[in-house]
């Protein structure tokens, strides 16, 4: 059996003492203990990029990010980046544009394209495209998802 350990983990703000297993992952953790499940399980190997969170601002697969090394960092789930009910700029482009089919990829292109674009608030198309590389899509084509990045972008910069 796993070795129980006792970890706190600032999650959305919030502190969370729990006991878990020492090999769990901070997937694991998020969906199968805390119920946040907006935060998706795909391939479980770091591949697609659904299990993306923020860790001390930088996206991060969590399905290979053990949930004890999440300590004393700032993890930001999907669910933790709108504020009062609002949805970010980035999520509102996402919706607008039609970025989103299935939606399956799209917690984990959200919480890349947040950190891509605090990173660099002006990327080219090249820069977005590279930005993506660890973020797969099975329906868009990635076309409208780039449209979102981009709009977004433009908002953000105050310039739409
Ligand atoms: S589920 Fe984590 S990268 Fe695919
Ligand atoms: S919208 Fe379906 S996987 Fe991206």
């Not at 003492?17 to 199968?32: F, N, S």
């Not at 391939?43 to 991060?60: A, F, N, Q, R």
């Amino acid at each position: 059996m796993d070795e129980r350990v006792e970890v706190t983990l600032n999650i959305n703000g919030e502190e969370y003492q729990l006991e878990i297993g020492k090999r769990w992952t901070l997937l694991y953790v998020l969906r199968d203990v805390l119920n946040m499940t907006g935060t998706k399980y795909g391939c479980g190997t770091g591949d697609c990029g659904v299990c993306k969170v923020l860790i001390d601002g930088e996206p991060v697969n969590s399905c290979t990010y053990l949930a004890t090394r999440a300590q004393g960092k700032e993890i930001i789930t999907i669910e933790g980046l709108s504020k009062d009910g609002r949805l970010t700029p980035v999520q509102q482009a996402f919706v607008e544009t039609g970025a989103i089919q299935c939606g399956f990829c799209t917690p984990g292109m959200v919480i890349t394209t947040t950190a891509l674009l605090r990173r660099n608030p002006n990327p080219t198309r090249e820069e977005i495209i590279a930005g993506l590389d660890n973020n797969l899509c099975r329906c868009t084509g990635y076309v409208k998802i780039i449209e979102a990045i981009e709009l977004a972008a433009r908002r953000m910069r105050g310039e739409a």
